[in-house]
């Protein structure tokens, strides 16, 4: 059986009651199971249980086996000699600390009802794993659940933000536009648009914003696309001159051009046209992130990222070679509210919190309630499973749901698997 489901079910005492005894014959009183630890070292700190009539407090150690006490190397370990029990699915063994002392050992033992619960959750491949008992958990666990992914949601990019800030010395339009280059990048080419942006410093893009030529020169330069073209036009000429001069005035150093990705993907949806897109939004707001950053209004979010790219761009892909259909290369409402809902609102949310902007960061979590939802594959099937998402906020909270846990199975971390696996 899976060890983490072995912590579930000691954590929620969801074990075979009755009266319980070590394998040595000793009478066994759990009186609490323990805070679990997700660090090196036992599996449960500050635990109190009963052997016999003398009260223990100490660590607890869980195994499928008794056996993988010692293929784990614990015996050798002194981060374990206050372990105070050894749960194990099975063995009967002696469990021996590296002072000598001997731990009691307990055979948890599963009920059947729990264990069929177990499989099915975990062996069976429905679109989300609880599909068949979605239906019959109360409402309320549901909401407050989807309430607290949300902001789980909103904080991901927590980590990642605070390692950009500690490398670009608290710079947060420096921070942005890096997260803003990435998400640009669609996911697909989301690596090369980040490593794009945090060699070129918004400094010496706020120079050149009021200047489209240059800027784009700026980004086509340092993505590597103006290294070695293939077919040249004036466009492309003009783009390597204006690059060259500035790379030297700024000592910019390039990424590899190669990294970039093409293949089966959409022409509309190649990296090229993306950064003439990216270049534009720079060019219209002069660099400054002010006014993307100033109003958490959805609406007039979407509004400013309604851009295209340059004129050149209306016949063209890549560089230097034109294509048979002519068409402006509008960044789109879709992939506007892309931008807005995975970049955007988690920026600002860590931002508002780690500059202890706390009513404003109510105001950004109370605008996703407030804002209608456009439906895609992931909500319409949240809803075909008896879901109802009335707004933003649940939208989001529900794909975040069904691509961070339910795609991993992670029921034991989930609240709704929770319900399931412990109701009677």
Same mark, same amino acid.
């Given at each position: 059986m899976n060890e983490d489901f072995l912590h579930f079910v000691w954590q929620n005492k969801l074990f075979q009651p009755g009266n319980l005894l070590t394998t040595d014959g000793q009478k066994l009183e759990i009186i609490h199971p323990g805070i679990i630890n997700k660090d090196a070292g036992p599996d449960f700190f500050n635990a109190k249980i009963k052997i016999n009539n003398t009260l223990w407090a100490g660590n607890v150690e869980i195994h499928s086996a008794e056996t993988d006490w010692y293929n784990h190397k614990h015996h050798t370990d002194g981060a374990y000699n206050n372990v105070i029990l050894h749960v194990v699915q099975s063995g009967n063994g002696n469990t021996l600390t590296s002072s000598g002392r001997e731990v009691p050992v307990w055979q948890m033992t599963l009920s059947d009802q729990l264990t069929a619960k177990y499989q099915s959750l975990f062996f069976n491949d429905k679109w989300i794993a609880c599909e068949d008992q979605l239906s019959t958990i109360d409402p309320m666990v549901l909401s407050q659940w989807i309430d607290r992914i949300l902001v789980e949601r909103l904080e991901e990019k927590n980590e990642l933000i605070n390692q950009l800030l500690k490398t670009h010395k608290n710079n947060w339009d420096q921070v942005f536009f890096i997260l803003l280059s990435r998400s640009f990048g669609f996911g697909v080419n989301g690596l090369p648009f980040e490593m794009m942006a945090k060699q070129t410093p918004l400094k010496f893009i706020l120079k050149h914003s009021d200047n489209i030529k240059q800027t784009e020169a700026l980004l086509f330069g340092q993505a590597g696309f103006l290294l070695n /073209?293939?077919? !040249?036009?004036?466009?492309?000429?003009?783009?390597? %001159?204006?690059?060259?001069?500035?790379?030297?005035? *700024?000592? &910019?150093?390039?990424?590899?051009?190669?990294?970039?990705?093409?293949?089966?993907?959409?022409?509309?949806?190649?990296?090229?046209?993306?950064?003439?897109?990216?270049?534009?939004?720079?060019?219209?707001?002069?660099?400054?992130?002010?006014?993307?950053?100033?109003? /958490?209004?959805? !609406?007039?979010?979407?509004?400013?990222?309604?851009? %295209?790219?340059?004129?050149?761009?209306?016949?063209? *892909?890549? &560089?230097?070679?034109?294509?048979?259909?002519?068409?402006?290369?509008?960044?789109?409402t879709s992939s506007a509210q892309r931008i807005l809902y995975n970049t955007v609102y988690p920026y600002l949310f860590v931002y508002f919190h780690k500059n202890n902007l706390q009513n404003r960061k109510e105001i950004l979590v109370e605008s996703l309630y407030k804002q209608t939802t456009e439906k895609n594959s992931i909500t319409i099937n949240w809803e075909k499973a008896g879901v109802k998402i009335e707004n933003e906020a649940q939208a989001q909270s529900l794909i975040f749901l069904k691509n961070r846990y339910c795609n991993h199975k992670k029921c034991l971390n989930c609240r709704i698997g929770h319900k399931v696996l412990s109701r009677n």
């Open positions: /073209i293939q077919s !040249k036009d004036e466009y492309t000429t003009n783009l390597q %001159k204006e690059y060259e001069f500035l790379k030297h005035k *700024y000592n &910019l150093k390039p990424i590899e051009g190669h990294i970039w990705k093409f293949a089966k993907m959409r022409p509309s949806n190649f990296p090229t046209v993306r950064l003439a897109q990216l270049a534009m939004l720079l060019h219209q707001n002069k660099g400054s992130f002010e006014k993307i950053l100033s109003d /958490i209004n959805a !609406k007039t979010f979407v509004n400013l990222l309604n851009i %295209k790219a340059s004129d050149y761009w209306n016949n063209h *892909y890549q &560089l230097g070679n034109p294509s048979k259909k002519e068409a402006p290369k509008h960044l789109g």
